[in-house]
């Protein structure tokens, strides 16, 4: 998929904000060049370098063992393949909640290293001062509220936020004062929809749901999860639009079939040198 000549859909902070009321915004996870440019290319307004990187692509068990030097390496990659999405890249878990001064140093060196637009923070009222220096020093920041992974030991596992009325109040307490820090806009995870309908009209910057539902302001998949390709577990709130990891098995039985029967390769995949 190629975008048609001519046409310009740069995405930043700015647009991200312009499009509140107007139109959803669509964002998806990438950790790697080819899935970014791919995504890219697809129309998708935002790309998010999750931590998520830690339990999709490197294999653990949740995202606390992410590291900011994990983050750059592939946050690096996928800006090397966007030309129209914006680029939001994760602080990993206890980068930002030491100091203010260890968040900037951080965060200037996700930014400055991986050319990246914006970051995004796990936390509400107890970050909001974080936000409002990153912001302070020209990082945009996007806020995440609800079910925060980083938080899983304290939830007690992952699960759904703000179902009971002082949890709801607090998530949209937190969403208040994470707007007037200077946050760009704010992803709702595993919330109740009502809640984040609640949020999204009190706020003026886009909240971003993933099992927020339909009245977010837009909507963030983790990219594995979306396609099929990460079968560890499946939460409630994935749409699969593939089969990814299916076809992939396919592919890898016939190719083991055909290097094992002789099959593969054939002679035009293969190299000749003159008979003398
Ligand atoms: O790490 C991640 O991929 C995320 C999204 C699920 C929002 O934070």
Same mark, same amino acid.
């Given at each position: ?114 050319? +990246?637009? !914006? $970051?995004?923070?796990? /936390?509400?009222?107890? *970050? &909001? ?7 302070? #020093? =020209? @990082? ?34 937190? +969403?208040? !004062? $994470?707007?007037?820090? /200077?946050?760009?806009? *704010? &992803? ?7 809640? #984040? =309908? @609640? ?78």
């Amino acid at each position: 998929f190629k975008l048609k000549e001519g046409v310009k859909m740069k995405n930043n902070i700015k647009t991200f904000i312009e499009s509140k009321g107007k139109s959803k915004l669509s964002v998806l996870t990438a950790y790697d060049y080819s899935t970014a440019k791919i995504i890219d290319q697809s129309g998708v307004n935002g790309i998010l370098v999750g931590d998520s990187l830690g339990m999709v692509c490197l294999g653990y068990k949740d995202t606390l063992s992410v590291t900011v030097d994990d983050m750059i390496h592939h946050g690096k990659a996928v800006v090397r393949g966007v030309e129209n999405a914006l680029v939001i890249i994760d602080m990993p878990f206890m980068s930002y909640e030491v100091s203010i001064k260890d968040a900037l140093v951080n965060a200037g060196r996700i930014i400055k290293e991986t050319g +990246a637009q !914006a $970051l995004k923070l796990e /936390g509400g009222l107890d *970050i &909001v001062d974080t936000v409002r220096a990153l912001v302070k #020093a =020209k @990082i945009p920041v996007m806020g995440h509220l609800g079910l925060t992974p980083q938080s899983v030991n304290v939830f007690g596992g992952f699960k759904v936020q703000g179902k009971d009325a002082k949890d709801a109040q607090n998530i949209i307490d937190s +969403a208040l !004062a $994470l707007e007037e820090a /200077g946050a760009f806009a *704010i &992803v709702l995870e595993c919330v109740p929809s009502k809640l #984040a =309908k @609640i949020i999204t009209e009190k706020l003026s910057i886009p909240t971003i749901g993933i099992g927020g539902g339909s009245d977010c302001d837009g909507q963030v998949l983790v990219w594995q999860d979306s396609v099929g390709l990460f079968s560890d577990f499946t939460p409630k709130f994935v749409k699969k639009y593939a089969e990814v990891g299916k076809i992939m098995t396919e592919a890898f039985v016939t190719y083991d079939k055909e290097v094992k029967d002789g099959s593969f390769p054939e002679e035009k995949h293969c190299f000749t040198i003159k008979e003398d």
